[in-house]
C-alpha cells in the first residue's frame, strides 16, 4: 500500500504518583500491588490538563517533526475514551491548534485503549486510496480510575501523535491486520464517571485472546516470522501483560523492553500502544523492522508491521525530547491529595 | 467564567496560536491583534501574524487569591513573558517548579485549559507558558 509514518510526537504529563502511595491512601501492601503489577509510578495531568491538550502537545510536535504544511493534513482522527466532551469533538481542537483546518475531515474514535490505532488504520486507508495526502492520527488518554479500584494503580496519562502518509516516510507500515469481537471486559456507561471492569476475565479472553489472533493473523498474513522483527510493541494496561503476550507469539523479553513505558508511567490507554511504538522509532535504525499490537476492551487489536527507513536519519525528523526524557526527565512527584486535587476526584470540586 | 461564548469563538486563533498583527510599514508585531498601526496611522498595513512560541520572564507574580473561576489553581504564577519578537504578554506560567521562575527565565508554550463555565458549560483553550 506504500502507506507510512512521516513523523510522531509524544505527550507525558510531568507530575507522577507512586503505586505505594496509592496503597498507602486504601491501607493496602503497596510493595505487592506495584510488583504485581509491574508498575512503580503513573503518569497525572495538572488541573488544567486534559486529552485534548495532552493530544494537541504531541500532535505540535508530530506536525514539527514533518517539515509539512499542515493545511496539507485531510485528516484528523482522535481516539479517546477520556474525552473532555461527551458530543463535540477533540479532534477539531487539535485540527485549529496545530493549523489543520478549515478544509480536511475530523472526527473522535472510540474504543476503549485501541482508538488511536483504529485511528491511524483510517488515515491508512484514506492516504492509500488517494483522498488525502496526509492524516494525523493520535491517541490520548487522561486514564479514570475509580478510587480504591485496582485501576487506580495503573490508570495513567498521556498521547502520541502520528502523521501517515506516502512521502518521505520514516517507516512503511507493510501490513496491518485486525481481530475484532463482542467481549464486555471493561466499560463505562454514557453517565458514569469512572470505567468498571470484569476482573480477571479482563486477561485470557480479552487482553491475551484478542492480541494474539490479531498478531498471529498478521504474522500469516505476510508470511513472517517472530526472528523478522527487531522490537515488538504491544497494549501495555500494566508491566506483565505484555511480555507474558510476546512470550505467547513467540517474542523474546529483549525485544519487547524499548517499547514498554506502562512500568513508569501507567497505563495511558489509547496512547499506550503508541507510545510505547514512539520509544522504539527514538532509537530505531534503517532497515530494522517493528511488530505492533494494541488492544482495546471491548473487544479488539490492531496488529501492525512497520520497516524503519533511510528517511529517520534526517535532521528533525525525531522529536527534540525522546520518550525515555519525558518518562525520566523532568518530573514532579506528588501524593494522593494533590493527586485528588488535580484529577478533581474530590466530589465538591 | 462569565465569558460569553461568542467571546471564547471569536478567541481561538488569538489563544490557540498566537495569532497577532504585524505591521508591514514599520514592521513592529502587536498582541493581541490590533486593526490599525498606532505609530504609522494611514500609512500603516496591518496583517495577521503569529507570535513566536518562545520568551522569557519579565516579571511575575504568585497569586493566592484568584478571581472567579481559577480558585482551583492557586497558588499559581502569572507572569508578563517578552516573546522573542519583543511583544509582552500577561499569562500564567504552568508546570514549572517555583524555584525555576524567575525574572529572564527562558518560557516556551504549551496548550492548557483557560477556563471551563461548570462541570456542562463550554471549555477554553489556550496558551499558557512553561520554564524551559
Ligand atoms: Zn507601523
Known amino acids: 500500500m506504500d502507506v507510512g509514518i512521516i513523523s510522531y510526537g509524544a505527550y507525558v504529563p510531568r507530575m507522577r504518583i507512586k503505586s505505594e502511595e496509592i496503597a498507602r491512601v486504601w491501607e493496602k501492601e503497596g510493595k505487592k500491588i506495584s510488583a504485581g503489577l509491574g508498575i512503580t509510578e503513573k503518569a497525572v495531568g495538572a488541573v488544567d490538563e486534559d486529552s485534548a491538550t495532552f493530544a494537541v502537545e504531541a500532535a505540535r510536535k508530530a506536525v514539527k517533526c514533518s517539515g509539512i504544511d499542515p493545511q496539507k493534513i485531510g485528516a484528523v482522527f482522535v481516539g479517546s475514551e477520556s474525552k473532555p466532551y461527551a458530543v463535540k469533538p477533540t479532534a477539531t481542537i487539535v485540527a485549529e491548534a496545530v493549523g489543520a483546518t478549515p478544509f480536511m475531515t475530523a472526527a473522535d474514535f472510540e474504543f476503549a485503549c485501541k482508538a488511536g490505532t483504529a485511528a491511524v488504520q483510517a488515515c491508512m486507508g484514506m492516504v492509500g486510496s488517494g483522498m488525502i495526502e496526509y492524516g494525523l492520527a493520535i491517541g490520548s488518554d487522561t486514564a479514570q480510575g475509580r478510587p480504591n479500584d485496582p485501576l487506580e494503580y495503573s490508570a495513567g496519562g498521556g498521547a502520541a501523535a502520528y502523521i501517515i502518509g506516502k512521502e518521505k516516510q520514516i517507516a512503511e507500515i507493510e501490513a496491518t491486520f485486525s481481530f475484532s469481537t463482542d467481549t464486555p471486559d471493561f466499560w463505562r456507561r454514557q453517565h458514569a464517571l469512572f470505567p468498571r471492569h470484569a476482573g480477571r476475565f479482563t486477561a485470557d479472553p480479552a487482553y491475551f485472546k484478542h492480541v494474539v489472533e490479531a498478531g498471529k493473523g498478521l504474522l500469516e498474513k505476510i508470511k513472517a516470522d517472530p526472528r523478522d522483527y527487531d522490537y515488538a510493541v504491544f497494549h501495555q494496561p500494566n508491566g506483565k501483560f505484555p511480555l507474558r503476550a510476546a512470550k505467547l507469539l513467540g517474542f523474546p523479553e529483549e525485544k519487547v523492553l524499548q517499547g514498554l513505558v506502562?512500568?513508569?508511567?501507567?497505563?495511558?490507554?489509547?496512547?499506550?500502544?503508541?507510545?510505547?511504538?514512539?520509544?522504539?522509532?527514538?532509537?530505531?535504525?534503517?532497515?530494522?523492522?517493528?511488530?505492533?499490537?494494541?488492544?482495546?476492551?471491548?473487544?479488539?487489536?490492531?496488529?501492525?508491521?512497520?520497516?524503519?527507513?533511510?528517511?529517520?536519519?534526517?535532521?528533525?525528523?525525531?522529536?527534540?525530547?525522546?520518550?525515555?526524557?519525558?518518562?525520566?526527565?523532568d518530573k514532579e512527584y506528588i501524593d494522593y491529595a494533590m493527586y485528588a486535587k488535580h484529577r478533581r476526584k474530590l466530589k465538591s470540586l | 467564567?462569565?465569558?460569553?461564548?461568542?467571546?471564547?469563538?471569536?478567541?481561538?486563533?488569538?489563544?490557540?496560536?498566537?495569532?497577532?498583527?504585524?505591521?508591514?510599514?514599520?514592521?513592529?508585531?502587536?498582541?493581541?491583534?490590533?486593526?490599525?498601526?498606532?505609530?504609522?496611522?494611514?500609512?500603516?498595513?496591518?496583517v495577521a501574524e503569529k507570535m513566536p512560541t518562545e520568551g522569557t520572564i519579565y516579571s511575575f507574580t504568585e497569586v493566592h487569591a484568584a478571581p472567579k473561576g481559577f480558585e482551583?489553581?492557586?497558588?499559581?504564577?502569572?507572569?508578563?513573558?517578552?516573546?522573542?519578537?519583543?511583544?509582552?504578554?500577561?499569562?500564567?506560567?504552568?508546570?514549572?517548579?517555583?524555584?525555576?521562575?524567575?525574572?529572564?527565565?527562558?518560557?516556551?508554550?504549551v496548550f492548557r485549559k483557560i477556563s471551563e463555565d461548570g462541570e456542562e458549560g463550554v471549555i477554553a483553550y489556550g496558551y499558557k507558558f512553561k520554564v524551559k
Do not use: H
Open chain 1, 262 to 329: 506502562t512500568p513508569l508511567i501507567g497505563n495511558t490507554y489509547s496512547a499506550a500502544s503508541l507510545l510505547g511504538l514512539a520509544s522504539v522509532l527514538d532509537i530505531a535504525k534503517p532497515g530494522e523492522r517493528i511488530f505492533v499490537v494494541s488492544y482495546g476492551s471491548g473487544a479488539g487489536s490492531d496488529a501492525f508491521s512497520l520497516t524503519v527507513t533511510e528517511e529517520i536519519s534526517r535532521k528533525g525528523a525525531r522529536p527534540s525530547v525522546l520518550v525515555k526524557d519525558l518518562i525520566s526527565g
Open chain 2, 1 to 46: 467564567m462569565n465569558e460569553a461564548l461568542p467571546l471564547i469563538w471569536r478567541r481561538i486563533p488569538e489563544r490557540y496560536n498566537m495569532l497577532g498583527s504585524k505591521c508591514l510599514n514599520c514592521g513592529t508585531p502587536y498582541f493581541p491583534q490590533r486593526k490599525m498601526c498606532p505609530k504609522c496611522r494611514r500609512k500603516g498595513k496591518i
Open chain 2, 72 to 109: 482551583q489553581e492557586t497558588p499559581y504564577f502569572l507572569a508578563m513573558v517578552e516573546l522573542s519578537n519583543g511583544v509582552r504578554v500577561l499569562s500564567q506560567v504552568v508546570d514549572s517548579p517555583a524555584d525555576k521562575i524567575k525574572i529572564g527565565a527562558p518560557v516556551n508554550m
